[in-house]
């Protein structure tokens, strides 16, 4: 049935979008699947909605009406289960499509994959009665990107099609021999934000031209989750609810084969597995020749339906934090599908091809057939896999030169808890000792955590632990190559992960299998702390350096209470606490204090000691002039343009989610005019691509700040919002951004003088001989260039004890290294370099760097600090938010907030 002939009985409105779609592209006469035979008793999505698939963008709460129909219209065929809820209150949902003999024995078959996952539990002869009876399980995804909007339609046409057909024989192998799971909409919020823009922008035609506003998304755009978070990224790091409530629906179900559908610049066709090289080591040999089956079955459809694809050129799975890549490592087939994307509902690309929603809908809807398809012909092969994958993970785990991670106990013994909760809710097991146990020569005390990497969950531990993944040796050889040519190197996104070392915590690795005492443990990420020592009489002390210690300071301020701090460490009854310890005063905090304490210490996890006298052995008093108090800063962040709205949403959520302090978000534009002086603190975020602060702000803006920050404002800028701060124009910070090194123009210097600027220029130069390779590029290299972007390693950087900023941060931290900008050290008569990079040879901590990087960032600033009238500039070069998952950057990025705005001297 055309387009049209679905329209008669809409409303003209309507009737008018779908014949202009139709007159301008013939591509959009199709029918969704030719000759198909449906149930009438099966509800279409123009049933319930009033459209058909691809002639409006669904909103979330229309979706879920869709598949609420489906599930009254076939009582007991397509159960649905809610498995999150987004931060703006919508619900994500999956729905699950098997045939009646299936669904009849349903609870039978996911228990059935939970055998399968785990041989230790489960025999071959036992996995192979499973497999004999077991149909596989087909997970299919989409709309993680909330403006890639195609494969939301597409999971309506699926559920439908597989629910209504009748005497389709593909679809009964389908249903006979897979569990179909369609999660419909990964990204509620980010979805709804689209499509609110596109209705606001739409008129009586849909306009395909690029530049119309339509297709032009207003920050931040709707690719992201309420705090601007890419959900593409988010998988083992599990910082937003939609991505662990996926999690854990994935570990009940074991899908054999995972499809994560998007959407790509507008431009394209379609893309399907496999994927690009550099493919993770530790992935298996037949995860990636099964990519092949599924790409050759998706490639049978797209020839007989006349569609362009392409393979295997771009989307690599070398980082573990995509939907493509997390399943794969509890032994599932995971896959990115990448439609161009229309945007919209037309959209005229650069070829004058008219690209339809409708279209995009359809191309999407024919792969998740056709994947299904796949696992329902390999079955048995998939499950066999399956099962083999879990071995062999194991044997590994008992045969690999490490064998086991241990995480000892140790001074931020928040993080490695939280290290623990992260791998067990993805399904790692890990121990906690209960007796003191000797490995690897050395002693661990009770409390340290043992992960065996003999276990089914191997190499995601491998891939999450280890301090590196190393990329394949020809793909970097190729990337050196194309950077050689200025060509843009083919790295996806980071190449440095691990979790240990993202977040500070110091993890042994251990060339055997450790045994002894431990009890399991549990998915949770923050430990109730507890107020110990004396009666409290005189003072409680927080020891300082650690998360839960900086959301207790947070909560505490919130609560009214008084706190101050040390800037120095100090010894009170033989124990040592370090710089930046928080001091209460009984006298200074009402008569409630010690039960406000116990509440605090176990909600935000920190351990507060009680203390009866105030007499300090060696550091400064209580009183001391090296003591500061707190006061519960108003914090500001600039928001939109100009604004990178990951690194904007992300520090928001860091700030008020990790460590419960609400922030004000202003609009940049808003900061030029604005009476600033209710606020303490103002972050400007890294900005967004091409996009900068001076032009935004303008002079007037400029001087705002300037006159803030003199007067006791502390502005912090992050990453490239130092651009800005150390422009000689604006001189906020005196430390500036340097070219790449140019080692020809280093030698040539000195021999060739001084150009001058007077001289007139000459239609012709010196000719010159160019006698070999080295001496062309020199030639051809551009004459002021930044330094090769960065796609993301992380670097050592050693930080200052001495300065308030540096106040019980760890000696040594690991920076996300990122882009192009890297900053001359400050002047010692100008401020402090409080954190700056190591030396070269010790510079690297994980992934792979360009060796000029290497040699360039060596002792350049990460963060520095400048004091401006009564108040401080402070830039971070590297966004220490990223991702929210550098937890190891916490208490130095706190620092900043609460120290900042206590040593800031504004007339109160
Ligand atoms: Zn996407």
């Not at 036992?126 to 077991?134: F, H, L, V």
């Amino acid at each position: 049935m055309n387009s049209i002939l679905r329209c008669v009985g809409m409303t003209a409105v309507v009737l008018a979008y779908s014949l202009v779609a139709t007159v301008a592209n013939a591509q959009d006469d199709f029918a969704f699947w030719p000759n198909a035979n449906y149930d009438p008793a099966i509800p279409t999505v123009d049933d319930v909605l009033g459209y058909s698939p691809g002639e409006r963008i669904t909103w979330h709460r229309d979706a879920i009406r869709y598949f609420e129909a489906l599930v009254d219209a076939a009582p007991g065929r397509i159960p649905m289960t809610r498995y999150a809820e987004s931060w703006e209150g919508r619900e994500l949902i999956y729905v699950v499509v098997t045939s009646a003999e299936n669904m009849a024995r349903i609870e039978e078959i996911k228990a059935g994959m939970q055998r399968l996952a785990d041989p230790r539990e489960t025999t071959r002869a036992e996995a192979q009665d499973i497999i004999a009876t077991q149909p596989a399980v087909t997970w299919l995804s989409y709309g993680v990107h909330g403006n890639e909007i195609s494969s939301t339609e597409a999971s309506m046409l699926t559920a439908y099609h597989l629910l209504a057909s009748r005497g389709d024989a593909r679809v009964a192998d389908i249903m006979r021999d897979t569990v179909v799971v369609i999660d419909p909409m990964q990204n509620p919020d980010g979805r709804d934000r689209f499509v609110h823009h596109f209705e606001m922008s739409e008129g009586i035609v849909p306009d395909g031209d690029r530049i119309s506003a339509e297709h032009d998304e207003p920050w931040p755009g709707g690719r992201t989750n309420h705090y601007l978070f890419d959900l593409n990224r988010d998988w083992f790091i599990l910082t937003q609810p939609e991505t662990r409530g996926r999690i854990k629906a994935l570990l009940e179900w074991y899908p054999v084969a995972y499809v994560d559908a998007h959407e790509m610049g507008s431009d394209g066709t379609y893309y399907f597995a496999p994927e690009a090289i550099p493919y993770n080591p530790h992935l298996a040999a037949d995860q990636r020749s099964s990519l092949t089956l599924f790409g050759q079955n998706n490639a049978r459809w797209f020839d007989t339906f006349g569609i362009d694809y392409f393979t295997r050129e771009v989307y690599d799975a070398f980082y573990p934090g995509y939907g493509a890549s997390w399943p794969s490592y509890f032994g599932s087939i995971a896959m990115t599908y990448e439609q161009a994307s229309a945007r919209g509902l037309l959209f005229r690309q650069y070829d004058g091809n008219d690209l339809s929603y409708r279209y995009t809908v359809r191309n999407h809807f024919i792969t998740s057939l056709g994947t299904a398809e796949t696992v329902a012909v390999n079955r048995k092969k998939f499950l066999d896999d399956f099962y083999d994958y879990q071995v062999s993970a194991i044997d590994e785990g008992e045969s690999d030169d490490i064998r086991s991670y241990i995480l000892p106990t140790q001074a931020d013994q928040p993080a490695a808890n939280k290290l623990a909760g992260l791998l067990v809710q993805q399904g790692v097991e890990v121990g906690r000792a209960s007796e003191s146990f000797k490995a690897c020569g050395e002693t661990y005390a009770p409390g340290s955590y043992v992960i065996n990497t003999s276990q089914p969950a191997k190499r995601l531990i491998r891939t999450l632990m280890d301090a590196d993944v190393p990329l394949e040796d020809d793909f970097l050889a190729e990337q050196e190559r194309r950077r050689a040519k200025n060509l843009p190197d083919e790295i996806y996104d980071v190449t440095a992960w691990s979790m240990p070392l993202m977040m500070n915590v110091r993890a042994v690795a251990c060339n055997r299998t450790i045994s002894g005492s431990f009890t399991n443990a549990g998915p949770e990420i923050v430990q109730p702390g507890a107020v110990t020592g004396g009666g409290g009489s005189v003072a409680y002390l927080v020891p300082w350096g650690t998360a839960t210690a900086a959301r207790f300071l947070s909560n505490a301020l919130q609560q009214g209470l008084s706190v101050k701090s040390t800037d120095n460490a100090f010894t009170h009854m033989g124990t040592r606490y370090p710089s930046g310890t928080l001091i209460l005063d009984v006298a200074d905090n009402a008569e409630n204090l010690s039960s406000v304490l116990a509440g605090l210490a176990a909600t935000t996890g920190a351990n507060i000691v009680a203390v009866d006298n105030s007499w300090v052995t060696d550091g400064p008093n209580f009183g001391s002039g090296r003591v500061v108090r707190f006061n519960t800063p108003k914090v500001a962040i600039a928001w939109d343009s100009p604004t990178s709205s990951y690194v904007a949403g992300n520090t928001r959520f860091v700030l008020e989610r990790q460590f419960d302090l609400p922030i004000t978000p202003i609009r940049t534009r808003r900061l030029a005019s604005s009476d600033l002086s209710q606020y303490q603190v103002l972050i400007l975020p890294e900005t967004g691509r091409d996009q900068d602060y001076a032009s935004v702000l303008g002079e007037q803006g400029t001087a705002n700040l300037k006159d803030w920050v003199a007067k006791g404002g502390v502005l912090i800028g992050i990453g490239t919002a130092n651009r800005y701060l150390a422009d000689p124009n604006i001189d906020l910070l005196s430390i500036r951004r340097e070219n790449a090194v140019n080692e020809s123009d280093a030698e040539e210097s000195a021999s060739s003088g001084a150009d001058g600027d007077d001289e007139p220029l000459e239609a012709t130069v010196e000719g010159s001989y160019v006698t070999d390779e080295a001496q062309y590029r020199n030639l051809v290299a551009a004459e002021k260039d930044t330094p090769d972007p960065v796609a993301g390693v992380l670097v050592n950087a050693d930080v200052d004890p001495d300065h308030w900023l540096g106040a019980g941060v760890a000696p040594t931290l690991k920076v996300l290294v990122r882009g192009t900008d890297i900053y001359t050290p400050m002047r010692i008569d100008k401020g402090v370099n409080v954190a700056r990079f190591r030396g070269a040879d010790e510079l690297l901590a994980s992934g792979y760097l360009w060796e000029e990087n290497r040699k360039q960032l060596a002792y350049k600033p990460f963060v520095v600090v400048q004091k401006n009238g009564k108040g401080y500039v402070i830039g971070f070069t590297q966004d220490p938010n990223v991702r929210a998952y550098l937890d190891g950057l916490n208490v130095i990025f706190m620092n900043a907030i609460f120290r900042g705005a206590a040593h800031a001297r504004p007339v109160r």
